[in-house]
């Protein structure tokens, strides 16, 4: 598999950026890391003739204990004991990302914004060519769900559950300047495997802020893969809370790695605030977000399995979170 040529552009600044993406509109990806986007471009998937390089824009950069640079590689999280230290659930979403190596290019913005993952859709040009294409990358049908309106593919990042755990908020630039939201309004609840961000043409993230609140918040993230050293999440949930012995003052719920989005669940777990959380509403809080979610197989596990397995990882998540001293 080659790399085919693009023209590199390297802006030195935000509103640069934003001037370039304008003036290359639907011709460019931006890059950080390049982790993801560039074995995708070998593959030859969705290739752009430019890319927009984001290494030399100083305000993407770095972390402080509230807010996280859009290029902040996670192993520079990884290596920071403190700032993890106040939030556990995100320090396990971190370290459970990919490996060392693309922990150490692989940037926090990148991640957010992976692309969906199907098993029709990750092959190589040849692969995919002896198939017959698919919706998502130079088809016209989708070999999951056979229609030719919808893409199926999964939403396998994952630290996007741990910050929607926290309430983060995602703050972003573009042609109609900034704006910061949740940072679940950063997916299309109503897109799929193919549009599923709400990023405007030109928009890019700058920064992920964390409340002050998210610091009290005790949390886990547990996350389902194939090979634990290496694999993109076949399922990751995150909960974080504030708990009082058995009382729950307050609880966020998000899960991964089986829809085209990440998702929160808090009208479930809305209802379970100022009440005590035994095993009882910890299993039914489990087994309605399972019927709730809808893996299909699209990947190497078997949607039904994944689907069994979001109660589990529920009660586990929780147990850990909930454990005298956890975090
Ligand atoms: C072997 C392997 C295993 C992996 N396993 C995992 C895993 O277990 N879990 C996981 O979550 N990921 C995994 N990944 C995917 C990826 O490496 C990580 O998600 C990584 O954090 C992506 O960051 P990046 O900076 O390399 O993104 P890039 O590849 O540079 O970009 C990814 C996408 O985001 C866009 N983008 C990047 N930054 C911005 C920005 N600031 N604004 C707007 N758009 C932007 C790019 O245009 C591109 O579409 C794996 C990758 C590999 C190669
Ligand atoms: S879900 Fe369907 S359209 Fe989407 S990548 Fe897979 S086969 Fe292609």
Redesign the pocket.
Known sequence: MHLDPFELHRPASVDETVRLAHDLAGRF????????????YKMHLNLRPHLIA?EDVPE?RGHAPDRIG??C??ADLEADATFLGRYPVLADAVR????PL??A???????????TRCFFFNQSYFWRASLGFCLKADGTECHVVPQKEKCYATF????APALMALDAEVE?AGPEGRRRRPIGELYDAKGDGIRRVT?APG????AIHLPAEAARRRGRYK?L?VRPS????ELGVAVAGVWDGARVDALRLAVGGVDPHPRRFDDLTDALVGGTLGDDRVRALGEEVARRVRPVHNTFLQADYRRRMVAVYVRRALAEARAPGAG
Do not use: Q
Not at 105 to 115: A, F, K, R
Not at 156 to 159: C, E, I, M
Not at 230 to 233: A, G, T
């Open positions: 990806d931006y890059l950080a890391g390049g982790t993801d986007l560039l074995p995708n984001l993407l859009a290029m590689r996670l459970e990302v990919a490996t693309v922990r290019s692989g940037t926090v913005g990148g991640n957010l914004l992976v692309e396998s990042g994952d630290l972003t990023l928009e890019l993230v700058v996350k893969r290496y694999d993109f999440p």
